[in-house]
């Protein structure tokens, strides 16, 4: 597969438990922002996606937050699964700049059964 | 099921060598990215094209790679020559971007470059 083996940091999490994953972008103007969920061996694949004229967005079972006055992203994760192991990446991009979508840095979860 | 492609999956070459990667966007996308990920670097944007057209290729070393889109359906990203310090995984990943829609992007499975 196409694993990379990134030195990133790790969120180990409890199977059953809810996990909370941090981002700190990096430009200001950024007005729309994903995170994406990278598998082993897989390219990134989009989970859900925030406004920045919102604060808070919730899907299945994910939910992003959004503080403009900080910079910073988080995802948080309900009753985390196996099958959410995986490296997770905030993008950031700006409509004005063509839409070009920015990542961060990255996080790895593990989660122990 | 629509999906980005990408060949090679895998690429073994020699240093000095030229290398061509292609991929084949969602039919109907306007926006391909090409992106690099490195164990140091994570994901870096190379290059994007809109509607065919190059809009930011700033990421991109311009002594040896080229990206290009010669039609709708294809999208190639060319080194030449190879280096050791171009292995990584190179991503294409399609979207239908507009003003109002900034969309979601979607991958392909990624080409694994190893030069040596």
């Known amino acids: 597969g196409e694993s990379v083996g990134l030195h990133l940091p790790t969120l180990s999490v409890q199977e059953g438990d809810n996990s909370i994953i941090n981002c700190a972008y990096s430009?200001?103007?950024?007005?729309?922002f994903i995170w994406y969920k990278q598998e082993s061996g897989k390219g990134p694949q989009f989970i859900i996606d925030?406004?920045?004229?919102?604060d808070k967005r919730q899907g299945q079972r994910v939910t992003v937050l959004l503080n403009k006055t900080v910079k910073h992203l988080s995802l948080q994760i309900a009753a985390t699964q196996p099958g959410d192991s995986a490296v997770y990446f905030c993008a950031e991009t700006l409509k004005a700049a063509g839409n070009k979508l920015t990542f961060g840095g990255g996080t790895r979860v593990l989660v122990k059964p | 099921d629509a999906r980005v492609t990408q060949t090679p999956r895998h690429k073994v070459t020699e240093m000095g060598q030229e290398v061509t990667m292609r991929c084949q966007p969602i039919?109907?996308?306007?926006?391909v990215f090409w992106y690099r990920q490195t164990m140091m670097q994570g994901l870096e944007l190379l290059a994007y094209?809109?509607?065919?057209?190059?809009?930011?290729d700033s990421g991109m070393p311009k002594d040896r790679f080229s990206a290009e889109m010669p039609d709708a359906t294809l999208a190639t990203l060319k080194i030449q020559p190879s280096e050791p310090r171009d292995s990584a995984v190179y991503f294409c990943a399609s979207g239908l971007l507009t003003g109002a829609n900034t969309g979601e992007l979607f991958f392909g499975e990624g080409s694994r470059l190893t030069v040596l």
């Open positions: 094209f809109r509607n065919r057209a190059p809009l930011d």
């Open positions: 430009n200001s103007a950024s007005d729309y």
């Open positions: 039919l109907g996308h306007n926006t």
């Open positions: 925030i406004r920045s004229n919102m």
